[in-house]
């Protein structure tokens, strides 16, 4: 299947600072990607929508100016978590669709974010 | 999308089938059901999906019923590997677009 990947895999950061995951599409154009989020023992939370050239989607609750979004090429979206406090520390994930007449979502592998 | 429901644990011994059930009652006409995977501190890995009649691929089989309301996926000789979360997941199309995560199970593969 197609190759969606992370970076970084892990970070950690101290509070009050900005962390950038950037979210790519190796092997195919995506035009929307998704960002999700996961707490231990917790199911995924969806986050937002990003779509290729316009603004992200945001799920009810999730904070537009605190979460980020960027989708400026069909490969690349990134997820900025600005001003970043212990609370924000999470396993974040995104997928990528390949669009078409079979369209089939693909999940990176993850980003462990630790804020202390 | 329709919610659905699935036991939150099952065990398997190595090498025989698991079969993991998923109810989805309120399933609408246009609804697929979808099955991923999460192992450990990875991302979701898709399995199968499904509109009305079985499906089987390399990985699993997907039984749906005839009314629709339930599923099971099947991985028909379990291996160790296979311990992860697994996730039924309805959505509206075949167009998977947002796809709404419940707790899943939690299958252990044992030896």
């Known amino acids: 299947g197609a190759v969606v990947s992370q970076h970084p895999s892990r970070v950690i950061c101290k509070s009050g600072t900005s962390v950038k995951i950037e979210c790519r599409s190796l092997d195919f154009q995506a035009t929307t990607m998704f960002w999700y989020r996961q707490f231990p023992k917790k199911s995924l939370m969806l986050m937002a929508t990003s779509n290729e050239g316009s603004k992200a989607t945001y799920e009810q609750g999730v904070e537009k100016d605190k979460f980020l979004i960027n989708h400026a090429s069909l490969t690349l979206s990134t997820l900025t978590v600005t001003s970043a406090h212990p609370e924000d520390s999470s396993f974040y994930i995104c997928s990528a669709e390949t669009g078409g007449s079979y369209n089939e979502q693909f999940f990176g592998p993850g980003t462990r974010l630790t804020v202390l | 999308d329709a919610k659905t429901t699935q036991p939150p644990s099952m065990d398997c011994a190595e090498g025989r089938a698991a079969n993991l059930p998923c109810n989805h009652s309120?399933?609408?006409?246009?609804?697929?059901v979808y099955w991923y995977r999460q192992i450990h501190s990875q991302g979701p890995q898709y399995i199968i999906h499904?509109?009305?009649n079985n499906e089987t691929n390399e990985m699993a089989s997907l039984i749906i019923t005839e009314d629709r309301k339930s599923s099971t996926l099947i991985l028909p000789h379990a291996t160790l590997r296979d311990t992860a979360v697994y996730y039924c997941i309805v959505t509206r199309s075949s167009n998977t677009g947002k796809l709404i995560f419940g707790q899943g199970t939690t299958l252990q593969v044992k030896p």
């Open positions: 309120t399933i609408s006409g246009n609804e697929y």
């Open positions: 499904g509109l009305k």
